[in-house]
Nanobody, 129 residues
Framework: VQLVESGGRLVQPGGSLRLSCEFS????????IGWFRQAPGKEREGVLC????????NYTDSVKGRFTISRDNAKNMVYVQMNSLKPEDTAVYYC???????????????????????WGQGTLVTVSS
């Protein structure tokens, strides 16, 4: 399995971006896919997860109502639509696979990361005027 993220760039506060995660490998429809982010000097945190049946878990309260995750099982793609972006959304965004058809719910960030087994290289989102 390989994951490749794309779509990150510089955007002004209040702007929108759509990040993409391309999955290469077999059985995409058996994996839950999570999005994580890591800001400079901070721990990598979970943002959103989507199961093969499109059940969504939101890991970060700060993105509720602004970020939306979706997947296209026919194209092996997962997307996150990010609206009303804020400077504090600046981070490298990663997608990762969870080898179960249900998104994990683990309250501790470090333990949550360990439930995901394959990671992409990340894409940088910078929100600044």
């Amino acid at each position: 399995v390989q994951l490749v993220e794309s779509g990150g760039r510089l955007v002004q506060p209040g702007g929108s971006l759509r990040l993409s995660c391309e999955f290469s490998g077999l059985h995409f429809d058996l994996y839950s896919i999570g999005w994580f982010r890591q800001a400079p000097g901070k721990e990598r945190e979970g943002v959103l997860c989507i199961s093969p049946s499109n059940n969504v878990i939101n890991y970060t309260d700060s993105v509720k109502g602004r970020f939306t995750i979706s997947r296209d099982n026919a194209k092996n793609m997962v997307y996150v639509q990010m609206n009303s972006l804020k400077p504090e959304d600046t981070a490298v965004y990663y997608c990762a696979t969870h080898p179960r058809p249900v998104c994990p719910e683990v309250p501790i960030a470090s333990l949550l990361r360990h439930t995901y087994d394959t990671w992409g290289q990340g894409t940088l989102v910078t929100v600044s005027s």
